[in-house]
């Protein structure tokens, strides 16, 4: 599977016609024709991408309960090894007995803080329903009546984070120049969102909402500039309210790194957070990074009702909504013969599994009938990370149906 992230930085990015935008570090997550390795896509006929990550809360140790998960670290450390990599965590997680397995390879451990690329789309689109449950936001309004901007008076925050906006996506050219802003660090949601939103440089080039699927890109910063605008908070404090402190999390956070790193994976960043510079404009589709036990805990609320211990992070209706294969019923659409998309997730529509994959190999799961989720996490590429979730997602699949 392969993906497009191009990168190019030029004095030139503030062109009005957009002819000579720079090119930017994009992330992706939609195929495109390209040579150039990127963010995967959806999750394709092959085993859907897995959700998991590291330790949490739990009421102890589950997998003396009867879960059997020794097939896992053979396929793992194996996969570790051939492919050169230098390690992988894996959590999995069970609605009623919490974290049931995690282990880790090579580099990785509990602490190790990793960058998630598009994974980090679910959490964005939960900071959205969180405001719409406090009231602040309908997601169905029209962008245009809730922050007053001019232009496109059709688009609603639902159409954004279904990636059906009409709004140019990720492709086929990932540094849009009329969309430039959304990968620079020097910029500021607002500002950045509504410059998207307010151009006229894109007129050619979009069409109207809820007619076709245009994976990730742009749409998902004029997300994030509504909740700063409804909220009147930016967007980390946001990630702080909503999730860092009722879920007691230790590392999650959004910067903008895409243009001072490029594609690969960075290994200056090195688990340490302090190396991306600061921003006012974090990149809201793919610009988080967590620990895999920060991101457990965030799948088990989607798994519990939208709990986190005995703190209400989303409710059950705004989960469902999240969940469900929105571009089906909104208009009939699909990537792929058998692929969905909710807000912030992929929809297999074959197994009903739910996942959110990243460019950099992080493949998070959820499986809502049976109740249980996974995290995968490796640093390197959606391609190499789809690949090790597929050989273990029916070993996941067996092991939780085999232990409940």
């Not at 996969?79 to 050169?84: A, P, R, Y």
């Not at 080039?205 to 409804?230: C, K, L, N, S």
């Not at 809201?284 to 009702?305: C, F, N």
């Amino acid at each position: 599977m392969i993906i497009a992230l191009l990168s190019l930085v030029a004095a030139s990015c503030a062109s009005s016609d957009g002819d000579d935008a720079a090119t930017v570090v994009a992330e992706t997550d939609a195929p495109v024709e390209t040579d150039a390795p990127v963010e995967t896509d959806p999750p394709v006929e092959t085993d859907p991408p897995v959700e998991t990550d590291a330790p949490v809360e739990t009421d102890g140790p589950a997998e003396e309960g009867g879960y059997d998960f020794a097939a896992i670290g053979p396929i793992v450390g194996d996969f570790v090894e051939t492919n050169d990599l230098n390690g992988a965590g894996l959590v999995i997680v069970d609605a009623d007995d919490g974290v049931v397995h995690e282990d880790y390879w090579g580099d990785f451990s509990a602490e190790r803080i990793s960058l998630i690329a598009s994974s980090s789309k679910m959490i964005a689109a939960g900071v959205l329903f969180a405001l719409q449950d406090e009231g602040l936001l309908d997601i169905n309004a029209p962008v245009a009546d809730v922050v007053g901007w001019s232009g496109n008076p059709e688009i609603t925050t639902a159409q954004l984070l279904s990636n059906s906006s009409g709004l140019v996506g990720l492709f086929p050219e990932p540094a849009y120049g009329p969309y430039v802003c959304q990968y620079l660090a020097d910029d500021e949601v607002e500002a950045c969102g509504a410059t998207i939103f307010e151009t006229p440089d894109d007129d050619g080039d979009i069409v109207p909402p809820d007619t076709e699927f245009r994976y990730g890109g742009a749409q998902w910063q004029v997300a994030g500039a509504v909740a700063e605008f409804v909220s009147g908070k930016s967007w980390a404090e946001l990630i702080d309210e909503t999730y860092v402190q009722p879920c007691g999390l230790e590392a999650l956070g959004f910067k903008n790194h895409w243009a001072e790193y490029g594609t690969d994976y960075p290994n200056d960043f090195n688990s340490d957070p302090s190396t991306l510079t600061d921003t006012e404009n974090p990149q809201i589709e793919g610009g988080a990074y967590s620990t895999t036990g920060d991101y457990a805990k965030l799948l088990l609320m989607h798994l519990r009702g939208g709990m986190c211990g005995e703190n209400q992070v989303l409710s059950q209706a705004a989960l469902d909504t999240m969940h469900a294969d929105r571009i089906a019923a909104a208009y009939d659409g699909t990537v792929g013969a058998s692929t969905g998309y909710g807000m912030g997730w992929w929809v297999d529509r074959e197994t009903g599994r739910i996942s959110d994959g990243g460019a950099y190999g992080s493949v998070p799961w959820l499986d809502l009938e049976d109740g249980y989720g996974a995290y995968l996490v490796i640093e390197a590429d959606s391609g190499t990370g789809g690949e090790l979730a597929g050989l273990l997602e029916n070993v996941v699949d067996d092991a939780m149906n085999a232990g409940s």
